[in-house]
């Protein structure tokens, strides 16, 4: 790979990583502006946007499964932070209170995942605690049952348990899953780069093994026969093409190939000893 390829390709590499982490930005400022409806169509497009990108270091669909990757990732760093600022939000807003579990309703779920559910929760003078449901797994808590939880005055934000109400994980998810769509924008490219070298060489050999068929075949049309009606050709002359090859288009030019008795030359001709196979 030449010095200005090289460059080039750190160049493009440079700007889809600066590109991802932009996108990743812009979604996570989103994520309490918009919904679902909107969000994914942003995400497809730019899926479709890394396709391309990561495409232009080598074919077309090298950029498919890469791009998938770097979505995935990046949708589940951005979810990961929309978690992780919620908890930072009750941690600095919430209070400490201790209520009671009045009812607990089992959220369906599909397949074998977790079973979840939401239990409403009441302060000791009966007044509901305000906002969403606490989320917790089924039958974690028990009706009558007395928790700790931090309470979202505003009522924006879902109560958590003290020691739920911790956005080191999520934080820690959340870079984690970042960095691993980063890190894939390099290895993306590369992957890319190759692909399309293969893609020349295999064009290369293509046109080089046409070529030389065209030839072989030209040559046994108009080349008359020595030696004992044999035609000799040597094999270095025609690199790309194997013996059975070459018995091939002898056939199909009304002669035969010599089984290789001497590897030094290929031999045809109307009659032989012994007929070499065709591939």
Do not use: C
Request: glycine content about 10%.
């Amino acid at each position: 790979m030449g010095r200005r390829r090289t460059r080039h390709l750190a160049v493009l590499a440079s700007g889809i990583a600066g590109y991802v982490l932009a996108v990743v930005a812009g979604m996570f400022v989103l994520a309490d502006e918009v919904g679902l409806a909107v969000e994914i169509p942003l995400w497809i497009a730019h899926g479709v946007l890394l396709v391309v990108l990561i495409g232009k270091s080598g074919t077309p669909e090298s950029g498919l499964g890469p791009a998938l990757f770097i979505v995935l990732t990046s949708a589940s760093s951005v979810y990961a932070m929309d978690v992780a600022r919620d908890d930072l939000t009750l941690q600095q807003r919430g209070e400490k209170a201790t209520v009671t579990v009045v009812e607990e309703r089992p959220i369906p779920v599909h397949g074998r995942g977790a079973r979840n559910s939401d239990y409403e929760l009441e302060h000791e003078d009966g007044t509901r605690v305000p906002g969403p449901a606490l989320n917790a797994a089924t039958d974690r808590y028990a009706v009558g049952q007395k928790i700790t939880v931090i309470e979202d005055p505003t009522g924006e934000l879902r109560p958590q348990t003290l020691g739920e109400a911790d956005a080191t994980g999520d934080a820690l998810t959340a870079a984690g899953a970042a960095l691993a769509a980063l890190g894939a924008v390099p290895w993306a490219v590369r992957r890319g780069a190759r692909a399309k070298i293969r893609r020349d060489e295999e064009a290369t050999q293509a046109a080089a093994q046409k070529d030389q068929e065209n030839r072989l075949r030209e040559l046994l049309r108009t080349r008359p026969a020595a030696r004992g009606s044999y035609i000799d050709v040597a094999p270095e002359d025609y690199p790309a093409l194997t013996h059975g090859r070459a018995a091939r288009i002898a056939w199909e030019t009304g002669l035969k190939a010599e089984a290789l008795g001497d590897r030094r030359v290929w031999r045809f001709g109307e009659a032989v000893v012994e007929e070499a196979p065709l591939d």
